[in-house]
């Protein structure tokens, strides 16, 4: 038996990245998996690639920091599947900058997909998950939501911001038969990483146990525990995975 089979998940941020990883690696585990991103040629190319596989992956072009664009998408999903069983709350962006030049503009994009987004997927699906008497949420936080970072005050406050979120939402909603848990990834290789200057890559990695960067298909594997059965009693967790770069 797969481990999602018969599922109905949400990726949302799911055409690049780990997020891509996830919604792969949720529909080779039997799930019907909605991805919910903004990029169209992306995700129609990532449906093409799914359909080819035998895959059970459709994409909806989605701004998860609109409200009402979220909740008419969570809509369609119940609509179009009959239900829905796990979100994962994995979309996100960066727009760093030392606090003296962080623009109130460059604060209120980060603030407004990486929280506002996630709050809004939350509130958007949780009807349909009370109703079911089942739900599994998984939010993306970060390392750097633990530590802090340089040049990243705007996405820290929203990586620790989602930590508090996924705790409160736990104690709320464990008695529903909803658990909540967040994955604190540390640098893992994908688009966002790639920006960075090498020499700050190297730095990195000598910083990580394990000797290297991370992969997104290793964060899928994390999402993945917690959407599943198997996690039934893990509610409110921070799990990292990092190499070991925090210990
Ligand atoms: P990525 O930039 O490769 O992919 C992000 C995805 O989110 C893209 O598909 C993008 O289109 C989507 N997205 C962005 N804004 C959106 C919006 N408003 N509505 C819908 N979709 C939107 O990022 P990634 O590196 O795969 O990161 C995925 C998540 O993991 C993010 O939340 C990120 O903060 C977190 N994370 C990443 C790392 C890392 O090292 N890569 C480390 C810690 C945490």
Known sequence: MKRLENRVAIVTGGTAGIGEATALRF??????????????????????????????????????????????????VADKFGKIDILINNAGITNASTLKKLTVEQWQTVIGVNLSGTYYCCKAVLNYMLEAGYGRIVNASSVVGLYGNFCQTNYVATKAGLIGMTKTMARELGLKGITVNAVAPGFIETEMVAKMPENVLDGMR??????????????????????????AYVNGAVLSVDGGMTV
């Open 27 to 76: 529909a080779r585990e039997g799930a019907q998996v909605v991805v919910w991103a903004r990029n169209e040629a992306r995700g129609k190319e990532m449906e093409k690639k799914a359909a080819a596989e035998g895959l059970a992956i459709t994409f909806d072009k989605v701004d998860t920091s609109d409200f009402e664009a979220v909740t008419a998408a969570a809509k369609r």
């Open 206 to 231: 000598a910083k990580v146990p394990v000797g290297r960067l991370g992969r997104p298909e290793e964060i899928a594997a994390a999402y993945l525990y917690l959407a599943s059965d198997e996690a």
